[in-house]
T-cell receptor, first 118, second 115 residues
Framework: AQKITQTQPGMFVQEKEAVTLDCTYD???????LFWYKQPSSGEMIFLIY??????QNATEGRYSLNFQKARKSANLVISASQLGDSAMYFC???????????????FGKGTHLIIQP | EPEVTQTPSHQVTQMGQEVILRCVPI?????FYWYRQILGQKVEFLVS????????KSEIFDDQFSVERPDGSNFTLKIRSTKLEDSAMYFC?????????????FGPGTRLLVL
């Protein structure tokens, strides 16, 4: 089973509109972290926002916010007032509590390709 | 702002050759990672490294891969005998701790092409 599911392979949005990118996750760990990364066409991975499983409030970072619904196991990224520079791939990722005492890696979803149209 | 750096940005090699990808993690970070992204696919975890030894590794990280921290700043990924399917973008990342709430910061990647 997929641990991270992003159901929108691609999205077209008009500039200045808000956009929501969906992410659902699957874990039985009580402690985990959820992350969103942006990958522009140049290829680098840019960290956007983080939500911890125990956080009471939804995370916000500038124009980015995370709509965290723990019971539904969803962590949707909301971008307000979209800009042309927001066009990129967006990846949702999860990191679970280190089971073996080591540092587990991030598990990524397949991504959503967001295109902002003028 | 400190950042993870990677060299080279692009590498082309012949099948069967050895390649070494290099990374300089953020200086106060203690945990280091390698990921790969085959073209058009999702990012996949390869290995994590802490205190000069492998902390965790995925099924992808088989005997042809090795990692090393040869000095106080560099972190390397070696692929001993490259295969066509090793063609991918390889990302190095680092974090302060190995906990689930710790953000991993990624380098710009090395695009490896195996011919």
């Amino acid at each position: 089973a997929q641990k991270i599911t992003q159901t929108q392979p691609g999205m077209f949005v008009q500039e200045k509109e808000a956009v929501t990118l969906d992410c659902t996750y699957d874990t039985s760990d009580p402690s985990y972290g959820l992350f969103w990364y942006k990958q522009p066409s140049s290829g680098e991975m840019i960290f956007l926002i983080y939500q911890g499983s125990y956080d009471q409030q939804n995370a916000t970072e500038g124009r980015y916010s995370l709509n965290f619904q723990k019971a539904r196991k969803s962590a949707n990224l909301v971008i307000s007032a979209s800009q042309l520079g927001d066009s990129a791939m967006y990846f949702c990722a999860m990191r679970e509590y280190p089971s073996g005492g080591g540092a587990d890696g991030l598990t990524f979803g397949k991504g959503t390709h967001l295109i902002i149209q003028p | 702002e400190p950042e993870v750096t990677q060299t080279p940005s692009h590498q082309v090699t012949q099948m069967g050759q050895e390649v070494i990808l290099r990374c300089v993690p953020i200086s106060n970070h203690l945990y280091f990672y390698w990921y790969r992204q085959i073209l058009g696919q999702k990012v996949e975890f390869l290995v994590s490294f802490y205190n000069n030894e492998i902390s965790e590794k995925s099924e992808i990280f088989d005997d042809q891969f090795s990692v090393e921290r040869p000095d106080g700043s560099n972190f390397t990924l070696k692929i001993r005998s490259t295969k066509l399917e090793d063609s991918a973008m390889y990302f190095c990342a680092s974090s302060v701790s190995g906990r689930e709430y710790e953000t991993q910061y990624f380098g710009p990647g090395t695009r490896l092409l195996v011919l």
